[in-house]
């Protein structure tokens, strides 16, 4: 499948964005050409050689701040995207296979995360728990979980009555077995490209609670504090949240490139898309001389 997604033009660029948003949230505290927290005279400042984006209202360097925010917005999209997949992907398969009564209960639970406004339960997890990133994103991407629960249920319900998986649950094979050899190579496609909207989705989910000087204790910077903190003196710098902004909307955007990616080489619209390929490649580049008769 990767090989497909990069044979596509929307599938290589959403790699090439998403690795390089990867690379800052790795290096990027690392790259930053100062302190991040260190305070300066300089407020306010206008960009120039010493400070590539300029200063805050504190005099801090925007561009160190931004790469050394990175690592939060990053980590913090994972985190959601992970908590769905582990806690709606699972029960999603093992509702069709362990009976009616764990089917009912699961459904019931989905459809109850599904009404939680999750951002003002994560403000009210962190008011309970402290001020945290990864509590409050734990607890979001358990209530995102139902988008995974029912794309996972569906898949595995497509394959459910198989003969293959038919034949398996007769020879008396085990759910687990049935569910590593059978179910789950037909139900990654979907989960793979539910899971690169939910990263879009950690980013913006990130992003507001940051936004709103939430999950973060300051003066750690974040790509949504940076904006927030940036509103606020548009009089002085009206450029200044461009730049948070412009790194939030290209990632998420990306996310959702890459989700449209992997739908498209997957199923039945990827076997076409391979076999327009090999119909192509299998077509002669020139065609053979045409035969002309003498007068």
Same mark, same amino acid.
């Given at each position: 499948?990767?090989?497909?997604?990069?044979?596509?033009?929307?599938?290589?660029?959403?790699?090439?964005?998403?690795?390089?948003?990867?690379?800052?949230?790795?290096?990027?505290?690392?790259?930053?050409?100062?302190?991040?927290?260190?305070?300066?005279?300089?407020?306010?400042?206008?960009?120039?050689?010493?400070?590539?984006?300029?200063?805050?209202?504190?005099?801090?360097?925007?561009?160190?701040? @931004? +790469?050394?925010?990175?690592? !939060?917005?990053? *980590?913090?999209?994972?985190?959601?995207?992970?908590?769905? &997949? /582990?806690? =709606? #992907?699972?029960?999603?398969?093992?509702?069709?296979?362990?009976?009616?009564?764990?089917?009912?209960?699961?459904?019931?639970?989905?459809?109850?995360?599904?009404?939680?406004?999750? @951002? +003002?339960?994560?403000?009210? !997890?962190?008011? *309970?728990?402290?001020?945290?990133?990864?509590?409050?994103? &734990? /607890?979001? =991407? #358990?209530?995102?979980?139902?988008?995974?629960?029912?794309?996972?249920?569906?898949?595995?319900?497509?394959?459910?009555?198989?003969?293959?998986?038919?034949?398996?649950?007769?020879?008396?094979?085990?759910?687990?077995?049935?569910?590593?050899?059978?179910?789950?190579?037909?139900?990654?496609?979907?989960?793979?490209?539910?899971?690169?909207?939910?990263?879009?989705?950690?980013?913006?989910?990130?992003?507001?609670?940051?936004?709103?000087?939430?999950?973060?204790?300051?003066?750690?910077?974040?790509?949504?504090?940076?904006?927030?903190?940036?509103?606020?003196?548009?009089?002085?710098?009206?450029?200044?949240?461009?730049?948070?902004?412009?790194?939030?909307?290209?990632?998420?955007?990306?996310?959702?490139?890459?989700?449209?990616?992997?739908?498209?080489?997957?199923?039945?619209?990827?076997?076409?898309?391979?076999?327009?390929?090999?119909?192509?490649?299998?077509?002669?580049?020139?065609?053979?001389?045409?035969?002309?008769?003498?007068?």
């Amino acid at each position: 499948m990767v090989r497909r997604i990069l044979a596509l033009t929307s599938g290589r660029i959403a790699v090439a964005i998403l690795a390089v948003i990867a690379l800052l949230a790795v290096f990027g505290p690392l790259l930053a050409p100062q302190n991040p927290l260190a305070t300066g005279d300089n407020t306010l400042a206008a960009a120039s050689g010493a400070h590539w984006l300029g200063t805050d209202h504190l005099g801090r360097d925007v561009l160190s701040r @931004l +790469l050394d925010g990175s690592r !939060v917005s990053v *980590l913090g999209s994972l985190e959601v995207a992970l908590m769905a &997949l /582990v806690v =709606g #992907a699972i029960p999603g398969i093992l509702s069709v296979y362990l009976g009616r009564a764990f089917e009912w209960l699961t459904l019931r639970l989905a459809d109850t995360l599904v009404a939680l406004p999750f @951002l +003002l339960f994560a403000v009210a !997890v962190i008011a *309970l728990l402290g001020n945290g990133i990864t509590q409050a994103m &734990l /607890v979001t =991407g #358990a209530l995102v979980s139902p988008l995974f629960y029912r794309v996972a249920r569906a898949a595995t319900l497509a394959v459910a009555r198989s003969p293959y998986v038919e034949a398996s649950l007769i020879s008396g094979a085990s759910i687990g077995w049935i569910v590593r050899r059978h179910v789950w190579i037909k139900v990654l496609p979907p989960i793979a490209v539910a899971l690169a909207q939910t990263i879009g989705v950690g980013f913006i989910i990130v992003s507001s609670l940051t936004f709103l000087g939430i999950g973060v204790e300051p003066p750690a910077p974040t790509w949504g504090g940076l904006l927030a903190s940036d509103l606020g003196y548009l009089s002085h710098r009206p450029w200044a949240p461009l730049a948070p902004a412009l790194l939030i909307m290209v990632t998420v955007w990306a996310s959702n490139l890459l989700a449209d990616a992997i739908r498209d080489v997957s199923g039945e619209a990827g076997r076409a898309l391979v076999n327009n390929r090999k119909a192509r490649a299998d077509r002669p580049d020139k065609a053979g001389p045409v035969p002309t008769g003498g007068v």
